[in-house]
């Protein structure tokens, strides 16, 4: 189809219109701001004494500057075998599969082992606020039923070398996610004339404050996800990426950029991203303030904050201006056991195995209502392409043969649910 839509809500429209168009009903939502729009539509299964199945996308995506492209950002050009432009990983390479999979089910006459609910939604990559937390917070009513999930940022190939010089591909499945929470840090302290002696400096407790603060190495946790996914990892490399190994995080690189990844999840980490203070040379200010990115572990987070506590000192205050918790699932069960199925039938030399993201995903949202999430939106992706780079990257691709076999690895999922 060549329309084009412009905004979350034409787009959401356009999604409701195909799905309407081979007969589901669909539910279209403004969550609380005009052109917020969010699509429901739900697929009845056999066995509705089942929880349903939760299948989740987000139609947003990060604003993108046609200069620096190579192809213009919103042409969805297919182009050297690959479908290219803002959006392509995330997450519009799933919702195309999704919808052209919801489509096919209702024109098949398709009945699903359970009921599947599949979302299509808004502002997720600015943390969901009109899109995923909206929806959770006002209309639960929509998750009904829903006991798990499948969304974004999982179910990708990472190809490893084997010792017997045989590669290996690992689908990664999202099982857990780290902490997003940003902390704002004040010191009030006395104003005053620059020239004379003062000893209670707003400017310098605070910077004192963030220089503790960033110089911080938090300890090296093995939480559930990460330990089973470098596990695998040895299992199939042969190399030693077990908690002893010296400088894990620079080891990990052997598996190339996914380390990026994967190293920030060994640890917590709070960066220092915005600092203010002063409005005259002359002038010491009665306030300092900055801002510390933190991004926490599950099961962390008590010990995190006791952590930053020393760290500031007490003259400084801290208050949270987002605060999403971690969430972390098991990789067990029939819905992991369908998802290993679906990958091995279409690559009989994948395997599946859990990790954790270092950000965030819709997924947060769904894990306050004890909906276990998981990160599964399938690609079979070339062993050179460094797939972390395209997030939100110039240039922002997807190979077609990654999105036909993505389609599917989904469509055996979904009918084996
Ligand atoms: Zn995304």
Redesign the pocket.
Same mark, same amino acid.
């Given at each position: 189809m060549s329309e084009t839509t412009v905004g979350e809500a034409d787009c959401a429209r356009w999604v409701a219109d195909r799905l309407q168009e081979v007969g589901y009903a669909t539910e279209y939502v403004e969550s609380g701001m005009p052109g917020r729009g969010n699509v429901f539509a739900r697929l009845a299964g056999s066995d509705p004494t089942r929880g349903a199945l939760l299948v989740h996308v987000?139609l947003d995506v990060v604003p993108a500057q046609a200069e620096d492209w190579s192809v213009h950002p919103f042409s969805g050009a297919v182009r050297d075998g690959f479908v290219w432009g803002r959006g392509a990983v995330?997450?519009k390479d799933m919702a195309g599969m999704v919808l052209a999979l919801a489509r096919q089910f209702k024109r098949d006459g398709t009945v699903p082992p359970r009921d599947i609910v599949f979302a299509f939604l808004a502002d @997720?990559?600015a943390g969901g606020t009109w899109g995923s937390h909206w929806l959770v917070e006002h209309r639960p009513d929509l998750f009904e039923g829903v006991t798990e999930a499948v969304g @974004?940022?999982g179910g990708f190939s990472l190809t490893v070398d084997r010792p017997d010089g045989t590669v290996r591909r690992l689908y990664l499945v999202e099982t857990a996610e780290k902490g997003l929470s940003w902390m704002r840090l004040t010191c009030d302290a006395t104003a005053g004339h620059g020239s004379f002696l003062h000893t209670d400096n707003a400017v310098t407790e605070i910077a004192a404050a963030v220089a503790r603060i960033g110089a911080h190495k938090f300890p090296l946790v093995m939480t559930e996800s990460v330990a089973q996914f470098l596990t695998a990892l040895s299992e199939e490399t042969g190399l030693d990426f077990s908690p002893e190994t010296p400088d894990l995080e620079t080891a990990l690189f052997k598996i190339g950029n996914l380390a990026r990844i994967i190293g920030a999840t060994l640890r917590d980490t709070a960066n220092p991203t915005m600092l203010s203070a002063g409005y005259k040379a002359n002038v010491i200010p009665q306030q300092a303030e900055a801002v510390i990115d933190c991004r926490v572990l599950p099961g962390r987070q008590k010990e995190f904050e006791a952590t930053i506590d020393e760290l500031i000192g007490p003259n400084v205050t801290r208050e949270w201006i987002t605060h999403l918790d971690a969430y972390e699932t098991t990789f067990d069960g029939d819905l992991v056991d369908a998802m290993n199925d679906a990958v091995v039938a279409h690559d009989a030399d994948g395997r599946t195995v859990p990790y954790m993201l270092s950000g965030g995903?819709d997924a947060k949202a769904f894990a306050k209502l004890g909906i276990r999430c998981f990160g599964f939106a399938p690609l079979q992706l070339p062993p050179d392409l460094d797939f972390a780079a395209l997030?939100h990257g110039v240039d922002e691709r997807v190979p077609v043969e990654s999105i036909v076999f993505g389609t599917r690895v989904l469509d055996h999922f979904l009918r084996h649910c």
């Open positions: 987000h995330d997450m @997720e990559e @974004e940022v995903t997030f």
